[in-house]
C-alpha cells in the first residue's frame, strides 16, 4: 500500500491528508498539539481557525478568492466542504462557527480508514524517509524543526507578525446604538453590526490607539516586520488619522437608522463568530495592545461601552520559507525532493489559500505514488495554479512577501477588447474550464 508522512494537521495538513488518503494512500499524520502547543492555538482540533472566522469573498465570478473557493469545492475539498457545512451570516463573504468547522475536519479525518494519527512534535527534517513527506506545520512551526530548516537550506527564514482580533458577546452589544447591516446591503443585508462614531468620538479613539500601552516584543522579535494585510490597528493610525477611515473603519456603503440624515464619520463593524450568533468578532481590529488597555479603550466605540470580551487581540511571530529560492515548480525542496511543503509555511496568507496549497500538493503525491506520476501543478490561468505560480517562482526571491490570491497573480488576457465590468467573469470562466481539463486529463 502506497504511504505518505504529513506534519501539520492544520488547513493545509488536513486538505493535504484528505486529498492523498481518498486516493488510497495510507498517511501518517503527525501533530505536535496538544502535546505542545503554540501560543495562538486554544484547542487540539484539526484546521483550528486562530485569527477570523471569515474564508473572505464566496463571489465566484467576481472576486479571486471566491473563485479560488469554487475552484476547491470542484476539486472535492474537505475544507471547502466543511466550510459550507457550518456557515454563519457574514454578507457576500464565506464565514464559519470556528468550533463546529474544526469538529468537522478533525472528525473526518480522524474516521478515514487510511489516515492514522500521530499526535507528536517532529523536531528534525525527515530527511531519510521511505515515503513523500508533505511538511505543512504552518507559520507556528516548532522552533526545533524552524532549526532544521534554516540549517538543511541555508537559508534564514523571513518572518512577520500577525494579530488576532477581539471577540465580543452578542448580548453586550447596546442595540440601541448600533445595527444591522451588510455595507452595500450584500448578502442577506444585515450580517454585520455596525457601530458609528461621529468626528470628534473617531479622533478620540484615534488618539487612544496611539497613546495606548503595546505588548512589549522579545528581543529576537524586535526587528520582524508586520505583514501588511494584516497589520494591527493601531499600526494603520500610526500612518495618518484618516488610515482607518479608508480601510477597516471605512463609513462607505451603510446608513445608521438611528440618525438617518448624519453620515457616519467611521463605523466599527463586527462579524458573527459562532452558529448560535452570541459571539461577534471585530473585523480588522487585529492588535497588540495589552489585554487592558482594549477593553478600555475598545469600550470607547459606541454600543460597546459594556461590551464583554470573551476574547482579547493578541500578536504572534509567524514565519515563512523564502518560496522562490527553496522550492521547484510542484512544490519540493530542491535540496530534498520527497519533501513537499503546503500551507503558510510556504508564503501563502490566508485560510483558503493555506487549503488550496494543500489540496494541490496532496493530489500531487496522489498522482506520484498511485497514478502517472506526470501530473504538473494546475494551470497558471486557474486560482489553484496561479497562487502555487507566485510562490514557487512568479514572485521576486529578494522581496518575497506573503500573498493573498488576487487576480494580479493571473496570466493577462486580451483584456482591451473586453468591457471592464466582464473582466472578473471572463478571468473566472477560463479559470473553470482550464480547471476541468487538470482534474480530468484526457
Not at 136 to 165: C, K, Q, R, V, W
Not at 267 to 285: A, E, H, S
Not at 381 to 390: C, E, I, K, P, S
Not at 425 to 430: D, I, L, P, V, Y
Request: hydrophobic share 40%; glycine share 8%; charged share 20%.
Amino acid at each position: 500500500m502506497p504511504k505518505a508522512m504529513i506534519i501539520g494537521a492544520g488547513l493545509a495538513g488536513s486538505e493535504a491528508a484528505w486529498q492523498c488518503a481518498q486516493a488510497g494512500i495510507d498517511v501518517a499524520l503527525y501533530e505536535m498539539r496538544p502535546a505542545r502547543s503554540t501560543h495562538a492555538h486554544h484547542t487540539d482540533g484539526c484546521a483550528e481557525l486562530v485569527c477570523s472566522n471569515s474564508f473572505r469573498s464566496d463571489d465566484t465570478f467576481n472576486n479571486a478568492v471566491g473563485l479560488l473557493h469554487e475552484e476547491m469545492r470542484r476539486a472535492s475539498s474537505l475544507i471547502i466542504r466543511c466550510a459550507d457545512a457550518h456557515k454563519v451570516p457574514a454578507g457576500g463573504a464565506l464565514a464559519v462557527d470556528r468550533n463546529a468547522f474544526s469538529d468537522a475536519v478533525t472528525h473526518a479525518l480522524h474516521n478515514h480508514p487510511h489516515i492514522t494519527f500521530h499526535r507528536e512534535e517532529i523536531e528534525a527534517l525527515p530527511l531519510d524517509a521511505d515515503c513523500p513527506v508533505i511538511i505543512a506545520s504552518g507559520p507556528l512551526t516548532s522552533d526545533a524543526l524552524a532549526n532544521a530548516l534554516m540549517e538543511h537550506t541555508g537559508e534564514e527564514y523571513l518572518a512577520f507578525f500577525d494579530a488576532i482580533a477581539p471577540i465580543v458577546s452578542r448580548e453586550t452589544i447596546n442595540m440601541d446604538v448600533a445595527w444591522f447591516q451588510s455595507r452595500y446591503d450584500k448578502g442577506d443585508g444585515a450580517d454585520y453590526i455596525n457601530c458609528a462614531m461621529n468626528e470628534s468620538q473617531y479622533k478620540a479613539f484615534i488618539q487612544a490607539l496611539l497613546d495606548g500601552e503595546k505588548t512589549k516584543f522579545k528581543e529576537w522579535e524586535q526587528n520582524t516586520p508586520y505583514f501588511e494585510g494584516c497589520l494591527p490597528i493601531e499600526v494603520m493610525a500610526e500612518r495618518g488619522i484618516e488610515t482607518l477611515r479608508f480601510g477597516p473603519m471605512k463609513p462607505v456603503g451603510l446608513t445608521n437608522p438611528h440618525t438617518p440624515n448624519e453620515r457616519p464619520y467611521a463605523v466599527v463593524q463586527l462579524r458573527q463568530d459562532n452558529k448560535l450568533g452570541t459571539l461577534y468578532n471585530m473585523v480588522g481590529f487585529q492588535t497588540k495592545l495589552t489585554w487592558g488597555e482594549q477593553k478600555r479603550i475598545f469600550r470607547m466605540i459606541p454600543a460597546l461601552e459594556e461590551a464583554d470580551f470573551v476574547r482579547l487581540g493578541g500578536i504572534h511571530r509567524n514565519t515563512f520559507l523564502n518560496s522562490p529560492r527553496l522550492l521547484t515548480h510542484d512544490m519540493r525542496l530542491r535540496s530534498a525532493p520527497h519533501i513537499r511543503f503546503a500551507g503558510q509555511i510556504t508564503g501563502v496568507e490566508g485560510y483558503v489559500e493555506s487549503a488550496a496549497t494543500g489540496l494541490v500538493v496532496g493530489r500531487l503525491v496522489a498522482d506520484e505514488l498511485c497514478g502517472s506520476g506526470t501530473m504538473l501543478p494546475p494551470p497558471n490561468d486557474t486560482a489553484l495554479g496561479a497562487l502555487v505560480h507566485h510562490i514557487t517562482g512568479g514572485a521576486e526571491s529578494s522581496t518575497f512577501q506573503p500573498m493573498n490570491i488576487n487576480f494580479g497573480l493571473f496570466p493577462p488576457m486580451e483584456e482591451r477588447k473586453i468591457p471592464k465590468k466582464e473582466r472578473p467573469r471572463k478571468r473566472a470562466e477560463r479559470a473553470l474550464a482550464s480547471l476541468h481539463d487538470w482534474l480530468h486529463p484526457m
